[in-house]
């Protein structure tokens, strides 16, 4: 027997954002993002929902292997390409697609004689700094890529650091244009966040994740607006009741004290569930349908709600502690953090349940 703590897993949800993201970019292949194990959600569960995506996108050849293994036929996609040279035969059997982001990869590709074709996608660092080549390597790059007969058919990709907020795509769009001018290939350009708000960067391949998963990627713009449906709702129970005076505290470093008599409920939830413990006293959380609030500091198997207002609140009544009614970004938020980080968070102890 597990402790009653769940992750209900949507696949509907899935399907729905799926399409949602598909009618926002019509004219584009799409390479569903998957890395982190579906983003928390189960890699096998989301792949088998989405499985009328073009491609699926991780961050592991494990991934990918476990996703051939489930009998997926169409494009997967290594997002940080190979990490060392011994990778290279798993990719070539598991016909793998490779983002190729430095000059290393080339080599090691170079010297491995490849007999059979690898496509790949090379990255362009258009001010993101993180992977790929940078504007003054671009071309030579390419042209090494070029030089290898078998690194084919070549997508040209990049990635924006900035989509999701308000200082917008254009300048990393006008080095992308520049450099890409004219050049015979597809490229890949666009995060959920692009999808969503820059239909000038959708381009061949889109490569949504968040949006697949029903959060927004924007801090100003709820998933409802955007017609996103969440797809994972994390839920538990209450399994203990305490009875608080004015004055009494709360939990680990008596962190909350109570400034009026209280109706406390124990929710078997904690941080090694995955439930942040920065979130703080008033983190949003739902008991019975009801929203309340968390309080003082949450441990490891559990953390507290305030059901002072909801009485008939008992022993086995329904926690949700995002999802369905309440969106994992409101959570997010309260724990100075964002919502992939949480829904990524979700342990291995917390199994899949529906509502
Ligand atoms: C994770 C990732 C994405 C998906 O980003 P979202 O913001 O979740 O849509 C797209 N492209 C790359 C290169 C990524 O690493």
Redesign the pocket.
């Given at each position: 027997m597990s402790r009653p703590i769940f992750a209900h897993i949507d696949t509907e949800a899935l399907q729905h954002n799926l399409s949602v993201t598909r009618r926002h970019a019509p004219h584009s292949r799409v390479m569903a993002?998957v890395?982190a194990n579906g983003y928390g959600h189960g890699l096998a569960r989301v792949a088998y929902a989405l499985w009328d995506a073009d491609g699926f996108?991780v961050a592991s050849v494990d991934e990918a292997i476990q996703l051939r293994d489930l009998g997926w036929i169409k494009p997967i996609l290594l997002?940080e390409g190979i990490f060392d040279a011994s990778e290279i035969s798993l990719c070539v059997t598991h016909q793998l697609s490779l983002v190729i982001h430095n000059s290393e990869q080339i080599n090691w590709l170079r010297a491995a004689k490849l007999k059979q074709s690898i496509p790949v996608f090379i990255k362009f660092n258009s001010g993101m700094n993180r992977l790929g080549f940078p504007p003054a390597n671009f071309r030579i790059a390419l042209a090494q890529i070029q030089s290898i007969p078998t690194l084919s058919p070549i997508t040209l990709m990049s990635?924006f650091a900035t989509a999701d907020d308000q200082y917008g795509i254009a300048t990393q769009l006008a080095e992308i244009q520049q450099h890409f001018a004219l050049l015979p290939y597809p490229m890949s350009l666009a995060?959920?966040?692009a999808i969503l708000r820059y239909p000038d960067t959708h381009r061949d391949w889109v490569?949504?994740?968040?949006?697949l998963y029903g959060a927004s990627?924007f801090a100003d713009t709820s998933a409802a607006s955007l017609n996103l449906r969440p797809a994972m709702t994390l839920h538990s129970q209450i399994i203990a009741i305490q009875t608080l005076k004015t004055g009494d505290a709360l939990g680990y470093g008596r962190l909350w004290v109570a400034d009026r008599d209280s109706r406390i409920g124990v929710v078997a939830c904690g941080y090694a569930d995955g439930y942040p413990r920065h979130a703080v006293t008033g983190t949003p959380i739902l008991v019975n349908g009801v929203r309340t609030r968390t309080l003082g500091r949450v441990s490891m198997d559990m953390l507290f709600v305030d059901l002072t207002e909801i009485p008939d609140a008992k022993v086995g009544s329904q926690v949700i502690l995002w999802g369905q009614g309440l969106p994992v970004e409101d959570v997010a938020a309260a724990a100075g953090t964002i919502s992939?980080e949480l829904l990524c968070a979700r342990a291995q102890r917390v199994p899949e349940r529906t509502l």
């Open positions: 993002v890395k996108a997002l990635h995060n959920s966040a490569r949504p994740g968040i949006s990627p992939y």
